[in-house]
């Protein structure tokens, strides 16, 4: 019931505030919902949203994001809090910096995260941390890092690019310290916005599907309103 009210809540937002300057929303549909290397849904499909408001003026953005998740027990709904404050200088260096509230339809999961990236032509980093990984469902106080490289290089062919990522994810007191990697194409079609990518992590092979790291595909399907 949970899940229905804030897919509700989100729809009717955005619904009746897209017309409104510096509001939009994003919806998306992927084949495995992909964090950091490791898949949130088990390896199966995922419907997402988001429903975001920007201020050109100012930098500052504030938004929610949802998708359906499957971590093995009767957690099935994700969704994430953000705001922060994002430019670009004239010399074309991009730079953002936020804090990201995650929430479950199981709370023992919740946790809060800070990040600061920059960005510059098709290359883009990002530092996030929190001081809480994984919130009561693993020790208290569990302080994470991840640090995320991320290129967006365009082809010859309109509207294709060659995509590639990698991540390093560190903590202590018993979270794992690994590396993610992806390498993909992205094309634009109208208004949908097309991604295929190969992704894998040094992670041990996982046994089952739940919380996977294994090298798979993943394909998104994505459009952002107001068209």
Request: net charge negative.
């Amino acid at each position: 019931m949970q899940q229905v009210k804030v897919w509700s809540a989100l729809g009717l937002l955005a619904v009746s505030g897209l017309a409104n300057a510096g509001i939009s929303s994003t919806i998306t549909l992927t084949n495995d919902y992909d964090f950091r290397g490791v898949s949130q849904s088990a390896e199966d499909p995922a419907l997402q949203a988001s429903f975001d408001y920007a201020d050109e003026k100012s930098g500052w953005y504030a938004g929610a994001w949802a998708s359906n998740v499957d971590f093995g027990d009767k957690t099935d709904f994700e969704l994430d809090l953000y705001t922060g404050f994002a430019g670009k200088t004239d010399a074309g260096l991009g730079w953002d910096a936020g804090f990201v509230y995650y929430t479950y339809d199981e709370d023992d999961y919740n946790f809060p995260e800070v990040y600061a990236g920059l960005s510059y032509s098709f290359l883009k980093g990002k530092l996030s941390y929190t001081n809480d990984y994984g919130g009561d469902s693993t020790p208290r106080n569990v302080g994470a890092f991840n640090l995320a490289l991320d290129a967006s290089v365009p082809l010859p062919v309109k509207d294709l690019a060659v995509t590639a990522h990698v991540g390093r994810s560190e903590g202590n007191r018993g979270f794992t310290d690994y590396t993610d990697y992806s390498v993909g194409v992205a094309y634009t079609v109208q208004k949908f916005n097309l991604g295929l990518k190969f992704v894998d992590t040094n992670l041990p092979d996982s046994q089952g599907d739940v919380f996977s790291a294994d090298d798979r595909v993943v394909f998104t399907v994505a459009t952002t309103l107001p068209w």
